[in-house]
């Protein structure tokens, strides 16, 4: 488990982004030039150790409470080494005093927008649930099942996590402060909906049940040349949008990232990159700056059919046959 992004807006904005040492107080995200990003000098440090055997280790706490607020700090890179350097004179009650003090010294001395953290720590709460109901750490394996095999298949556990965020994503309450983020999770949310519900019509339980594939429903058990053809079209059919509707799914789950290093994090996933797809060769499916900017990328079902040819990546085209 890793510092929720929710944890860290709590962290970083009771501590004014700025490390608690009171001889630094060090603003801890830089603005190197007009042009470049800002370069985040700020490290999360953990009191008790996130490891065992590392600075200040307790190997009865869970790695969960070790990940949690209250066992972190805010520091810049110099002091967070310092520190772990010299365990015996920062102590895990030194440490929750410095800590103590310098969001003490926060309150009394900055005038802090205390409505944008309580704002961003609902938007930085809603990202956590996306991430964990969206499986996005397993986006790679979990799309490939939907696109590489010709035929669309699911692990339940997956299919039953993207019914539950369906349908929690359509019931949050939102803050409104950052519109351009609320649209992209919308949008998110509509492809979603779209892709599970043309997924779903030909799915179908697997050896232990455990997976779920979709039918090849051209089989017949009495051959029937015109039966045959026309069945297998409307499989290829069905196939191809639903690889469609997951590159767009991907697609739309690369805006949501994007709005989220816009607003909350410019740092969120860095280390990842963007979501990536394997169809036939490994795909990055993102949004153009045109489709990216209109009031929702995603047109919906009926109109996604023929759009779906001008995307950057696409499987199949056209309108279903009556």
């Known amino acids: 488990m890793t510092v929720s992004l929710?944890?860290?807006?709590?962290?970083w904005g009771r501590a004014a982004a700025r490390c608690s040492m009171p001889e630094c107080r060090r603003q801890l995200v830089e603005d190197i030039s007009e042009t470049?990003?800002?370069t985040l000098v700020g490290e999360n440090c953990h009191i008790?150790?996130?490891k065992d055997g590392g600075p200040r280790s307790d190997p009865t706490m869970s790695v969960d409470d070790r990940?949690?607020?209250?066992?972190?700090?805010?520091l810049c890179n110099v002091h967070h080494k310092i520190i772990d350097d010299n365990e015996a004179v920062w102590?895990?009650?030194?440490?929750k005093d410095l800590k103590a003090e310098h969001e003490t010294w926060v309150e009394q001395s900055l005038g802090l927008d205390k409505a944008k953290m309580r704002d961003d720590t609902v938007y930085a709460g809603y990202v956590d649930e996306w991430v964990k109901l969206a499986h996005l750490d397993e986006w790679l394996a979990w799309s490939g099942w939907v696109l590489e095999f010709g035929q669309p298949r699911i692990r339940v556990n997956i299919y039953d996590d993207l019914t539950a965020l369906n349908r929690w994503l359509l019931g949050r309450v939102w803050p409104g402060r950052y519109p351009s983020l609320e649209t992209a999770f919308g949008n998110f949310r509509r492809v979603l909906a779209d892709f599970k519900?043309?997924?779903q019509e030909h799915l179908q339980p697997h050896g232990a049940g455990a997976e779920l594939w979709?039918?090849?429903f051209y089989k017949i058990r009495q051959w029937d040349r015109s039966l045959y053809a026309e069945l297998l079209a409307r499989y290829?059919?069905?196939?191809?949008?639903?690889s469609d509707l997951m590159l767009e799914l991907t697609r739309a789950a690369n805006l949501v990232c994007d709005e989220i290093r816009r607003h909350l994090a410019h740092n969120f996933r860095l280390a990842e990159g963007h979501l990536i797809v394997q169809c036939g060769e490994e795909l990055v499916p993102r949004y153009s700056p045109t489709e990216a900017a209109a009031p929702m990328s995603y047109p919906g079902l009926r109109q996604f059919y023929d759009e779906r040819s001008t995307r950057d990546f696409t499987i199949g085209k056209g309108q279903p046959k009556a």
Request: aromatic share 6%.
């Open 91 to 95: 102590t895990v009650d030194r440490l």
């Open 6 to 11: 929710k944890t860290q807006k709590i962290l």
């Open 214 to 216: 979709t039918k090849k």
């Open 36 to 38: 470049d990003d800002p």
């Open 48 to 50: 008790v150790a996130e």
């Open 236 to 242: 290829e059919f069905h196939v191809g949008l639903v």
């Open 67 to 74: 990940n949690r607020y209250a066992n972190l700090t805010l």
């Open 197 to 199: 519900e043309i997924l």
